[in-house]
């Protein structure tokens, strides 16, 4: 699996939009984008993935480059609840593939 | 998202002793599920996984007389730490996908256990 890198930390005001970067300069064809976040002392929990197109859901949106080497999530109106540790994963979907977590970006929002 | 439960949440044991957790999957069957653990303010490290009615797989480091894991039904697994030291105390999270590995895997709350 390609091998992504991730600002180790960042702060955002609350009410405003978290931009969370991520690079996978090494992505192949059939790796799609996950990303995950993880709550001090809970499971990680899983937020949205992508191929190439943008996505959109409840949650976050998922911003990938044309080329697909750097991806950006999106929280669009942080919330205090919103701190914790953001995991930006690259995998193929098949069934030997699982997810493995790199140090993440850990994220506080600020009141 | 899908739901995966585990318990219990927290475990405390005495050295020498083996410690149960169990991992369900509640409104989707599991074909494949994983183990982590996590120690204080370090990321997930995979320990193993496991296919519903075979032996896991276990990553390299992983000791599997030690951490016997059994995947039953395709609704639950189980990680069995046997004669737990303190070392073993840490925070394990089970993770569960179904189909093919098509789709996305989904994280329980975790266990923590500590070992005195």
């Known amino acids: 699996d390609a091998k992504t890198t991730q600002p180790p930390s960042m702060d955002c005001a609350e009410g405003r939009a978290a931009n969370l970067p991520c690079n996978h300069s090494?992505?192949?064809?059939?790796?799609?984008v996950y990303w995950y976040r993880q709550i001090h002392s809970q499971g990680p929990q899983y937020i949205i993935h992508g191929l190439k197109n943008n996505e959109t859901n409840e949650m976050a949106s998922l911003i990938i480059t044309e080329d697909r080497k750097s991806s950006t999530l999106i929280l669009p109106h942080a919330t205090l609840r919103d701190t914790a540790v953001y995991y930006c994963?690259?995998?193929?979907?098949?069934?030997?593939?699982?997810?493995?977590f790199g140090p993440g970006t850990s994220l506080s929002v600020i009141p | 998202g899908a739901v995966v439960s585990q318990h219990p949440s927290r475990v405390i044991c005495k050295s020498g002793t083996s410690v149960k957790i169990e991992c369900r999957s509640l409104d989707f069957q599991a074909t494949t599920m994983f183990w982590y653990r996590q120690f204080p303010k370090k990321s997930l490290m995979l320990m193993a996984t496991?296919?519903?009615?075979?032996?896991?797989?276990?990553e390299q480091g992983v000791e599997k007389d030690k951490f016997l894991i059994n995947h039953a039904s395709l609704t639950l697994s189980t990680l069995t730490v046997t004669s737990a030291h303190p070392e073993d105390s840490s925070f394990y999270i089970c993770?569960?996908?179904?189909?093919?590995?098509?789709?996305?895997?989904?994280f329980g709350p975790g266990t923590r256990l500590l070992v005195l």
């Open positions: 496991s296919n519903e009615g075979s032996k896991a797989t276990y």
């Open positions: 994963i690259v995998r193929r979907r098949t069934s030997y593939d699982k997810v493995i």
């Open positions: 993770s569960a996908r179904s189909s093919g590995g098509q789709e996305t895997q989904y």
């Open positions: 090494t992505i192949s064809g059939n790796e799609y």
